[in-house]
């Protein structure tokens, strides 16, 4: 007996005191336990502002790119023009901000493209936008996870709305990070139309890009989800070109243009992007 009540103590604490009627020893416990837990989301928040405060001195620091020495990563990206990327010690700096739009994150990418994050910094919410401005705020968000992925998209919208300089392009870093870009857009927008440019992660045994962005788009309304499709010989032509395998909208800029990624939006988004309510003006890509 004393055995088993020895088991059941390190299986469950809690349960083994209620079990003999140990109240004071419960609360006790209770108390202990969310001691604990007040001083870990203590130490956690004091570690996340000093990486905060790394950032925003890292990227304080950064210089502005020289384009007449473009930066290798970019190169092999076929990126021209990148958009609030600076450099420190070689390394490419990319900020992310908060909702609040204090800069929380900084990307670091490496030449060889490893890309890195400050130890005890909060991806969670976190992101950059490209193109927002007083003329596209009535057309939808275009979401996406990767820098470069939000540059072409970015490019390829201005095609077709050159006067509101394309859609405003929200950048995640991740796909795990979508759904909170999205819960904080419709905290300020309830109704306002996202549209998700979806990594398509076929070579990987789960497609993460695209689950991810079809769970947002079954949990809220006004979410639409396009990803990049690609053929044998594009897979072919952008592996013996670079070595990797193409998922996103940059890689299909890449093999083609932006006119065709735009056709292709085009294609995709006039069967699902259908509404016309409130103030927001009705779109044709």
């Not at 290798?72 to 420190?88: A, Q, R, S």
């Not at 050159?162 to 419709?186: E, M």
Request: hydrophobic share 35%; proline share 4%; net charge positive.
């Amino acid at each position: 007996m004393m055995f088993l009540n020895r088991f059941l103590y390190r299986m469950n604490p809690l349960d083994h005191m209620q079990t003999n009627g140990n109240i004071g020893k419960i609360k006790r416990f209770e108390a202990k336990h969310r001691t604990t837990n007040a001083k870990i989301q203590a130490e956690t928040a004091d570690k996340a502002a000093a990486a905060r405060k790394l950032a925003m001195y890292r990227h304080n620091q950064a210089t502005a790119l020289d384009m007449n020495k473009p930066h290798p990563y970019l190169m092999k990206k076929g990126i021209t023009n990148p958009i609030g990327v600076k450099i420190y010690k070689g390394w490419l700096q990319i900020p992310a901000f908060n909702k609040q739009g204090v800069l929380t994150i900084l990307q670091s990418i490496r030449e060889t493209g490893f890309k890195s994050i400050l130890k005890d910094n909060i991806f969670s919410g976190s992101a950059i936008s490209i193109g927002g401005n007083s003329h596209n705020k009535q057309l939808p968000a275009l979401f996406c996870e990767g820098r470069a992925t939000g540059q072409s998209l970015h490019a390829a919208t201005h095609l077709s709305y050159p006067k509101t300089n394309g859609l405003q392009v929200v950048i995640a870093f991740n796909s795990n990070n979508l759904s909170h870009i999205a819960q904080n857009i419709r905290e300020h927008y309830p109704d306002h139309p996202i549209l998700i440019g979806a990594d398509n992660d076929t070579q990987n045994t789960v497609n993460t890009g695209v689950l991810k962005a079809k769970d947002i788009q079954t949990q809220m309304s006004q979410v639409k989800v396009v990803y990049p499709e690609f053929t044998t010989e594009d897979v072919q032509r952008l592996f013996q070109g670079n070595g990797s395998v193409p998922t996103d909208f940059h890689d299909m800029h890449l093999l083609h243009s932006l006119e065709h990624v735009m056709k292709y939006l085009r294609s995709r988004a006039n069967s699902v992007l259908e509404y016309n309510q409130g103030n927001y003006l009705s779109i044709n890509i």
